[in-house]
C-alpha cells in the first residue's frame, strides 16, 4: 500500500511540475522574496512588515504587500518607495521616491494594502541593483520605515 501511494504522489508532483513548466510559471532566479521589518519613528508605536515578491515574466516586476500592527487607529499611511539606484548603502541622495499603496488602520490600528509593480514601472532601472527604503508617511510625517535593503530589479 505504502509503494502504491508513493507512486500516485510522485504522479501528481510531475504533473504538477509539468503544468508549471507549460504555463510558465516561477519565481524569480535572480531575486526571491523578501519580508523586511518597519520600525516605528519618533512617538509612532506599533510595528509592521513590508513584503516585496518578484515575478519572473513581463506581466509583473514585483508584488508588494503591506502590513501595520498596533499603529494609529483609524489612519491613512502613505506608502513610498525610496530608491538609491546603484547604491546599496542609501548613502547618497535618493534617484526617485516612488508612491504606492495606502494602508488605512481600522479601529485597532492593523492595517493591510498592496500594490503591483509592472515592467513599465521600473522602466529604466532593468538589469539594476538599488538600494530601497520604504516609508510610510502619515499626513505627510515619516511614521515608519525599512532599513536599506538590496533588491535586484532583472
Known amino acids: 500500500m505504502l509503494n502504491a501511494r508513493s507512486a500516485i504522489v510522485a504522479s501528481l508532483v510531475s504533473v504538477l511540475l509539468g503544468l508549471a513548466v507549460v504555463t510558465g510559471v516561477g519565481a524569480d532566479a535572480t531575486y526571491h522574496t523578501s519580508r523586511y521589518q518597519l520600525?516605528?519613528?519618533g512617538n509612532e508605536t506599533g510595528t509592521g512588515t513590508v513584503?516585496?515578491?518578484h515575478a519572473n515574466g513581463p506581466q509583473v516586476a514585483a508584488n508588494e504587500n503591506y502590513l501595520l500592527i498596533g499603529a494609529e487607529?483609524?489612519?491613512?499611511?502613505?506608502v513610498q518607495l525610496v530608491v538609491y539606484a546603484g547604491d546599496t548603502t542609501c548613502s547618497s541622495s535618493p534617484t526617485v521616491t516612488v508612491p504606492s499603496a495606502?494602508?488605512?488602520t481600522n479601529g485597532a490600528g492593523n492595517g493591510h494594502g498592496d500594490h503591483r509593480f509592472t515592467p513599465a514601472d521600473v522602466d529604466g532601472l532593468h538589469g539594476s541593483t538599488v538600494g530601497?527604503?520604504?516609508?510610510?508617511?502619515?499626513?505627510?510625517?515619516?511614521a515608519y520605515q525599512t532599513g536599506c535593503?538590496?533588491?535586484i530589479l532583472d
Open 51 to 53: 513584503i516585496n515578491a
Open 39 to 41: 520600525t516605528a519613528v
Open 132 to 142: 530601497i527604503v520604504w516609508q510610510f508617511m502619515r499626513s505627510g510625517q515619516l
Open 149 to 151: 535593503e538590496t533588491v
Open 102 to 104: 495606502i494602508v488605512e
Open 73 to 78: 487607529p483609524n489612519t491613512a499611511y502613505q
